[in-house]
Nanobody, 123 residues
């Protein structure tokens, strides 16, 4: 499956962004999906994930209550709604897909990755 992330940009603290990840090539409903981010000089970290069915989601503690992950298999897409952004959210955000059942937090269990989209939050 091929993944294409989009929706990044420059926003001010407190504002919102919605990231999209378009999937192609295979039936997207067969994959769990996740969002990861990597800030300069830091390791890639889990942000949010959604199970194949969409019925289960998980979030990093740092984004819980502010970010919402969702999927629309009819559109072969997964989304990350990001509200109340702060400067610590500045990073390159990647979407990923995994055939593992459940919500996957570890990046090593994701086989497919999209290119990143840059989110920059200014104070």
């Amino acid at each position: 499956v091929q993944l294409q992330a989009s929706g990044g940009g420059l926003v001010q603290a407190g504002e919102s962004l919605r990231l999209s990840c378009a999937a192609s090539g295979r039936t997207f409903s067969n994959y769990a999906a996740g969002w990861f981010r990597q800030a300069p000089g830091k390791e890639r970290e889990f942000v949010a994930g959604v199970s194949r069915s969409g019925g289960t989601t998980q979030y990093a503690d740092s984004v819980k209550g502010r970010f919402t992950v969702s999927r629309d298999d009819a559109k072969n897409a997964v989304y990350l709604q990001m509200n109340s952004l702060n400067v610590e959210d500045t990073a390159v955000y990647h979407c990923a897909a995994s055939t593992v059942v459940g919500v996957i937090r570890s990046p090593v269990q994701y086989r497919y990755w999209g290119q990143g989209t840059l989110v920059t939050v200014s104070s």
